[in-house]
């Protein structure tokens, strides 16, 4: 059973940086790409960013120039870095990976972990 583990949310303040980890567990044998989301209070869920097998990343337009996607294939784990914070950027944040298992690829979702910034 795939399982997922995001961390490094909590509370920032506006300017600060956070960097936020999804590693992945349990029957992968491989990972394409990651997508990150995030949810703010009484929002839909919007998408953030995405990084491909081939390290291409893309940015939501909000994000862009501030946020850094990467990955680490070897631990299977997959970074946000988050830098230039701004209240605006608070929300449940998501990793959402593609993953290969024996049963063939499958998108999973991240638990979320929460990204406050505040003054």
């Known amino acids: 059973q795939v399982q997922l583990v995001e961390s490094g949310g909590g509370l920032a303040q506006p300017g600060g940086s956070l960097r936020l980890s999804c590693a992945a567990s349990?029957?992968?044998?491989?990972?394409?790409?990651v997508d990150w989301y995030r949810q703010a209070p009484g929002m839909q869920r919007e998408w953030v960013a995405f990084?491909?097998?081939?390290?291409?990343?893309n940015y939501a337009a909000s994000v862009k120039g501030r946020f850094t996607v990467s990955r680490d294939n070897a631990q299977n784990t997959v970074y946000l870095q988050m830098n230039s914070l701004k209240p605006e950027d608070t929300a449940v944040y998501y990793c959402?990976?593609?993953?290969?298992?024996?049963?063939?690829?499958?998108?999973?979702w991240g638990q979320g972990t929460q990204v406050t910034v505040s003054s």
């Open positions: 990084i491909t097998t081939g390290d291409t990343t």
């Open positions: 959402r990976p593609n993953v290969r298992t024996k049963s063939g690829w499958t998108y999973a």
């Open positions: 349990g029957g992968i044998s491989s990972i394409g790409t």
